[in-house]
């Protein structure tokens, strides 16, 4: 219970986040929020937690909420303006993952030890998180924005267009995450059990995200 408590704590803090910057600073606010929330899912997708005995990866607040951001982007100026939050959160990504796992490479000290290899251990080697955390968020945001638009195009409604994107996407999100992360290392039916556990999660969380998309996307 605790655990859920907490994320969704990280979910009101994103999106909180996320509101004040899109209306403080409209696009750019949203490509800062792209930035923060990039370097943080960097850092979060290493720690796994455990949800009904099922172990998951953390940062479904900071990822979804990318995927939001996405979406108001193309709200605002079109899909041809998503190519810069990609190429963003993209660069963004490459340059955390590399510095996380060089300091994790460099020789540690005599000083505070057991500190340091904690550190070394969590960040040297992780290449394939790394991996699948950049591949899943450039696909997951480029084809919520390709869905969004045609979506809202059709029906021209805010709410239906974010739930029907987020519900297709975070189903190939999960699935390319869970498969580039964790393929040959957990069971099958713990593989399973993970992409089905990190889609409900993330799915809502992307639901819930209706609301500052509106909020953030009203009278701007």
Known sequence: MRN????????????IALI????????????IFGIIAT?????????????????????????????????LITQKRGTDEIKQYILLITITALVSCCFLNLTGMMESSEYNIFANKSFDSIFTYNIRTYTALII????????SSKLYYLIKRIQNKIVISNIFSIIIVEFFENIAFVLIAYLFEYENIDLILCVVFRYMIKSLIGIIGTIPLYISNKNS
Do not use: Q, R
């Not at 859920?4 to 999106?15: D, G, H, M, N, S």
């Not at 899943?136 to 084809?143: H, R, Y």
């Open 20 to 31: 004040i910057l899109s209306k403080k600073y409209k696009t750019d606010g949203i490509y």
């Open 136 to 143: 899943s968020l450039i696909i997951s945001v480029w084809l």
């Open 4 to 15: 859920v408590l907490l994320i969704a704590a990280e979910v009101i803090v994103c999106y």
């Open 39 to 71: 370097f943080m899912s960097c850092i979060m997708c290493l720690k796994k937690i455990s949800i009904m005995s099922v172990s998951v990866p953390i940062g479904y607040g900071v990822t979804t909420s990318l995927l939001l951001g996405g979406n």
